[in-house]
């Protein structure tokens, strides 16, 4: 056998992949596929996202239809749930026998809703939250969670594992989900707060550069903080032995007057300075600020 025919009967044993929603990381989930040898048929609302791709040999459906009916296992990638059913209704009667892996993110309770109605009209609905940007797609270090029903995952996981590594959180279709959110909550607060050093910092005529190694090694110190209070917080304590309330509340007001004698914008560090008084108020003063924990556990 020749190294081409090799090639051939390997590109040919691959599972054949539909990608609805062409947006950058659709894209990018299509590009990965073609790149391991899998054949593609992709569908977008908008055509022309798509030439790229049928470039690098993949076949553009004519309609949601011919997408959902070319392969079993379909990929979708749209902004959100609402997109979902904006595409699939329509098509609805040709989900049957499909198996849906929804790569768009929202909420836990929409991904269930999304997960009945796909099963309603007898499709397989795995839940997916991609941790990485379209950058990380094709990276066997990057990685995406997960849920539903655990058999047409393990089936799929081969293929699946063409994009990212997987993280199978179990069969509720919310928890893939849900994983994904609790990533999010970290990541938007936490990149807000380098925006808010940067604010700072430019007022005072340093650039983000000039800053980037001690905003590096404050976000690289996070790790150690995390463990350890996860452990305490797990266990109920929120003792002031390290650290106090008191004390946290007069740091995060040196930061929001600093912040405000600077010129620049107040409110994150204002919504701050809120939670910590909360706090006081509360009757945490001499715990630890992990307490803090204790007044997000219920709705503000
Ligand atoms: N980009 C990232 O860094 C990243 C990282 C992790 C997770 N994600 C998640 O991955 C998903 C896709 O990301 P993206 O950046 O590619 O999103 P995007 O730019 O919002 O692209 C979304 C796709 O959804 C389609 N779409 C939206 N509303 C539609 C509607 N009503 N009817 C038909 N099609 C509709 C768009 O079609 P048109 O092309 O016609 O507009 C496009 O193909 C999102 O849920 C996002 O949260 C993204």
């Known amino acids: 056998m020749s190294a081409s025919t090799v090639e051939v009967s390997i590109v040919n044993s691959r599972q054949p992949v539909t990608v609805i929603g062409l947006g950058p990381m659709g894209q990018a989930m299509a590009g990965a596929f073609l790149d391991k040898g899998h054949r593609v048929t992709v569908w977008n609302r908008t055509p022309s996202r798509a030439d790229a791709l049928v470039e690098r040999g993949a076949v553009l459906a ?57 099963v309603e009209h007898g499709g397989v609905h795995l839940t997916g939250g991609v941790t990485v940007p379209p950058s990380g797609i094709g990276k066997p270090e990057s990685y995406t969670f997960y849920s539903g029903p655990r058999e047409p995952f393990e089936t799929h996981q081969p293929t699946l594992e063409a994009l990212t590594s997987t993280d199978f959180r179990g069969e509720d279709p919310g928890l893939a989900a849900l994983f994904y959110q609790i990533g999010m909550v970290m990541f938007w607060t936490s990149m807000l707060s380098y925006w808010q050093a940067i604010a700072l910092a430019d007022a005072h005529g340093l650039t983000a550069a000039e800053i980037l190694p001690h905003a590096t090694e404050t976000m690289a110190s996070m790790p150690n903080f995390l463990s350890f209070y996860a452990a305490r917080i797990d266990s109920g304590e929120h003792g002031g032995d390290v650290d106090r309330l008191a004390m946290g509340l007069a740091s995060v007001e040196h930061v929001l007057h600093t912040i405000a004698d600077s010129g620049v914008d107040t409110a994150l560090p204002a919504v701050v300075v809120d939670l910590f008084r909360r706090g006081m108020d509360a009757g945490h003063a001499a715990d630890s600020f992990s307490s803090l924990v204790q007044l997000m556990k219920k709705a503000g």
């Open 62 to 118: 004519g309609s949601v239809e011919e997408a959902l009916t070319a392969n079993e296992l379909v990929i979708l990638s749209l902004t959100d749930y609402e997109a979902m059913y904006a595409v699939l209704e329509p098509a609805a009667h040709a989900l049957s026998g499909r198996v849906l892996v929804n790569l768009s993110s929202d909420t836990p309770d929409k991904t269930r809703a999304g997960a009945r109605w796909i």
